[in-house]
């Protein structure tokens, strides 16, 4: 009978040692929370931690090294100040991450305990390793967070919220084996709740404004795109509409319009394609970007056709030449709204719109300049007779007409 005590107590003994030893997991410090993450191999599941100062607006972690397609988890103090709103989403890109439908596969553990203690947030989400937007495995695992501290303002999960003034990119090797649970860890961001503490040293993240791929993709999209349509197409209209007296203003109209607007829109337009992921042609800017494209490169062809089609022996001016000046005024217009819509849609400050209102503003301003130059110097031609008493302004007129596209 002392034998098969003996025995129990062995195998219980062993039993326990094999259950601590499937516990793994590492730790990230940054200025404003901690995240930890512990792996248990035995239930295929993983435990995070996020802890920090509750004067947060919002604090996210997500897998992967970028925002598009990232499966993450948004934190945010509830209008109670005593728990927290969680919410899973999907980054679609540049947009606000999309809610997952399925929202309990990260289940908060102990949502009756409050979250929010002594001005400390601290909440500890499992979810299964394995979920159809992501996977959590020991070893080397990329992840991003991100953070703001503009309040939400809404306890449902599903609300918006604003865009982050801090994001960063990190990597937690969860087969790093666990000590036992320690508390009140005192971490950059404040003390954190009970966690299962890595054995090895703890990765500590710098305060960071760096830009991950896709922003740094879609702030090139925007450069391009405000090169093209922000300066080469009001150029291209201005030389067509006021520099006729300048000798090769054809070519240079081309020039502009063909590799310049034409050239920065294709490379913004496939930026832009590109890291819209599976979400294509969907908000007013991808639409109106895309007729936008259209609309430029048949006003290019139509350029292309006049020139060649070009008879100096012409009366008046074709119906293709009016088409091509409404359309090339049209896309220009249109391009006004688009710009701004852009940046509404990666959430810029305000400022930023307003500085492009301000450069609209120059534009028009050079634009009535220009257009009140072009008539007093018409009035003065007007009034310069020649010897035989012909009109200056009719010779001008015909000369132009000469190197008329």
């Known amino acids: 009978m002392s034998c098969t005590y003996l025995y129990l107590l062995l195998s219980f003994f062993f039993l326990a040692l094999c259950t601590n030893g499937t516990l793994t997991g590492d730790q990230y410090n940054t200025e404003y929370f901690t995240c930890s993450v512990t792996l248990n191999d035995v239930d295929q599941t993983a435990t995070i931690t996020l802890s920090g100062t509750s004067s947060i607006g919002w604090i996210s972690v997500g897998t ?33 991450p999309s809610l997952i439908s399925n929202q309990s596969a990260v289940a908060q553990t102990n949502p009756s305990t409050p979250a929010i203690q002594n001005n400390v947030l601290s909440v500890t989400f499992t979810r299964p390793l394995v979920l159809p937007e992501s996977t959590l495995s020991a070893g080397p695992n990329n992840l991003i967070w ?63 404004t760096m830009l991950s791929t896709h922003d740094v993709a879609i702030i090139t999209h925007a450069v391009f795109m405000f090169a093209a349509w922000g300066i080469c197409v009001p150029l291209g209209v201005y030389i067509a509409r006021f520099g006729r007296n300048i ?8 020039k502009i319009q063909t590799y ?41 062809f139509l350029g292309w056709l006049i020139h060649h089609l070009y008879n100096p022996e012409r009366t008046r001016r074709p119906a293709r030449n009016y088409g091509h000046m409404i359309l090339g005024f049209s896309v ?46 018409e009035r003065k031609a007007a009034h310069k007779m020649q010897p035989n008493g012909s009109d200056n302004s009719l010779v001008n007129r015909t000369e132009s007409e000469t190197t008329e596209v």
């Open 146 to 208: 991100a953070y703001d501290n503009v309040a939400v303002g809404s306890d449902s999960a599903s609300a918006p919220f604003s865009r982050h003034s801090k994001i960063g990119i990190f990597s937690l090797d969860l087969s790093k084996p666990t000590t036992a649970p320690i508390t009140n860890r005192s971490t950059a961001a404040g003390p954190a709740s009970a966690v299962l503490a890595p054995a090895g040293p703890v990765a500590e993240g710098p305060v960071v």
């Open 64 to 96: 992967g090294t970028k925002m598009l397609g990232s499966d993450m988890i948004v934190v945010w103090p509830r209008s109670d100040r005593v728990n927290v709103v969680y919410s899973r989403r999907l980054g679609t890109g540049h947009t606000l």
């Open 260 to 300: 310049g607007a034409g050239g920065l829109t294709f490379a913004g337009f496939w930026l832009g394609f590109v890291q819209s992921g599976t979400e294509h042609f969907k908000t007013p800017h991808q639409i109106i970007g895309l007729t936008l494209s259209i609309a430029l490169y048949a006003q290019l």
């Open 332 to 377: 220009l217009i249109m391009s006004c709204a688009q710009i701004p819509l852009g940046l509404q849609d990666y959430g810029l400050p305000d400022a930023w719109n307003k500085a492009y209102y301000v450069w609209l503003g120059v534009l028009v301003l050079l634009f009535v300049a220009l257009s009140v130059w072009k008539i007093v110097g």
């Open 247 to 254: 000798k090769s203003w054809v070519n240079t109209h081309q």
